[in-house]
């Protein structure tokens, strides 16, 4: 489409108008320096001719996305902070044999190999920790998202048991 066609012709697929609003509304909220309120929102789905109720489910699809959002954050600071722990016990081992070696024999000899083979390890952990897209990734994400949601559990029913003991 060209910028000279008359504007009865000029048509656009869902995608289109969806990419041009969103472009239209982030540039209308830079202006103002604001947030849109519910009402607002209500009053732009209505002038679009977007049911109250079609509403309503896209805002909680929504809301779960960015509770999804929230805990894939909060599992890669988890990763990475578990992989900080770990580069500091690669640190604190190849330090031990690096000085066992320098001791023992007047220098760095076969402390290399063992320097050599960690160093590969946390090659091997960057990647793994690092990496958010995959199978494997998925496969982890499943497995602490279990895990956060049973200590939930117990958490909160451990918590329901104190209080009526208290009561």
Known sequence: MTAFEPK?????????VQQILQ?????HAENIDREFSYQELIEIAAEL??????????ERDWQT???EVQRRQVFNLY???RFKKRLGNYAIVNTFFI??????GGGVSWALYILLFCSFLVGLDIWNTFQTQGEDYEKAFQ???RKHQIKQTINSVLNRCFKALQT
Do not use: C, F, H, K
């Not at 009865?8 to 289109?16: A, F, K, N, T, V």
């Not at 472009?23 to 540039?27: G, K, P, R, T, V």
């Open 65 to 67: 996305q960015q509770s």
């Open 143 to 145: 497995r602490w998202n």
């Open 23 to 27: 472009l239209a509304i982030a540039s």
């Open 8 to 16: 009865s012709i000029r048509s656009y697929s869902q995608e289109e």
């Open 79 to 81: 990763r990475r902070g």
């Open 49 to 58: 001719e977007i049911s109250p109720d079609t509403l309503q489910l896209a």
């Open 99 to 104: 000085l066992v070696d320098l001791i023992s």
